[in-house]
């Protein structure tokens, strides 16, 4: 069973930068694809960017696209995701999964990291 653990979370204003990480432990880290995403209340949670195993693929939504940036240390069994031009609306909590391959997201949510951009 991996365990995810986000952190990096805070108060920023429109504009700025926040780098959030997702720590695992447990199973096999550098076999997974990783992914970000974001809930805001009563909405569904959305896939805002995933990163292969051996950081050979990435992927974005559009709503991020040139703005975010995610990557991985295999050796510290963590990934990040660097936001910047930070808006309002990416007001959220933020919450790391992981898949083999093009599989399904295969774990338990983790409390999150709250984003909140400021106006």
């Known amino acids: 069973q991996v365990q995810l653990v986000e952190s990096g979370g805070g108060l920023v204003q429109t504009g700025g930068s926040l780098r959030l990480s997702c720590a695992a432990s447990?199973?096999?880290?550098?076999?997974?694809?990783m992914g970000w995403f974001r809930q805001v209340p009563g909405k569904e949670r959305d896939l805002l960017a995933a990163?292969?195993?051996?950081?050979?693929?990435?992927y974005y939504a559009d709503s991020v696209k040139g703005r975010f940036t995610i990557s991985r240390d295999n050796a510290k069994n963590t990934v990040y995701l660097q936001m910047n031009s930070l808006k309002p609306e990416d007001t959220a909590g933020y919450y790391c999964?992981?898949?083999?391959?093009?599989?399904?997201?295969?774990?338990?949510w983790g409390q999150g990291t709250q984003v909140t951009v400021s106006s």
């Open positions: 990163i292969t195993w051996n950081s050979g693929s990435t």
């Open positions: 999964n992981y898949r083999l391959g093009g599989g399904s997201w295969m774990g338990s």
């Open positions: 447990g199973g096999f880290f550098s076999s997974y694809g």
